[in-house]
């Protein structure tokens, strides 16, 4: 069974490591990867915003959760509409079968509507997630163009799941 908890600074080396089998599979498939970012990014464990996917105590998935808007990536109104917002979802691709990017992402749909909130949004910067992310109930609702390249951003209205069907808990926060 899966666990998905708040990261702590203790999880740095884990989401590190867990953040380089990514890059080593994604560099075996010519794909780009965050291979120059993952000290930053694994760095962001201690950050209180970014939560781990856990198997057995191994750490197989993070992304990070804000309930800001970037600013330039959401029109005022769109901000205003309660609404979490994922960053960085990295997943261990070992664990493809068992599809960690969508447990994490329908746990965020869960968490978010038992906070009250109406949306989760995330942005992507490559087609391919776009429709990977379509299969998990997100929608394009527009793109923009970047300096650091195109940027999709997707949206899902929240709802209750049962995150039992998943294989999924929940560890409560400190």
Do not use: N
Not at 166 to 174: I, K
């Amino acid at each position: 069974m899966f666990v998905m908890r708040l990261a702590t600074e203790g999880d740095v080396p884990g989401v590190a490591e867990m953040i380089r089998a990514r890059c080593s599979w994604q560099e075996a498939r010519g794909l780009e990867t965050w291979r120059g970012m993952v000290d930053d990014l694994a760095g962001q464990a201690g950050s209180g915003f970014m939560w781990v996917l856990e198997d057995a105590g191994r750490i197989v998935g993070c992304t990070t959760v804000m309930t800001q808007a970037p600013p330039k990536d959401w029109t005022l109104e769109e901000a205003a509409e309660p609404a979490l917002y994922l960053f960085t979802t990295v997943t261990d691709p070992a664990y493809r079968e068992h599809k960690p990017g969508t447990v994490i992402a329908l746990w965020a749909v869960d968490l978010a509507a038992r906070q009250g909130l109406q949306w989760v949004r995330r942005g992507c910067f490559f087609p391919e997630l776009v429709k990977y992310y379509e299969t998990q109930g997100y929608s394009l609702v527009k793109e923009q163009d970047r300096s650091a390249g195109h940027l999709y951003l997707m949206a899902r209205r929240t709802e209750r799941l049962d995150l039992d069907a998943l294989g999924l808990t929940t560890q409560a926060t400190a």
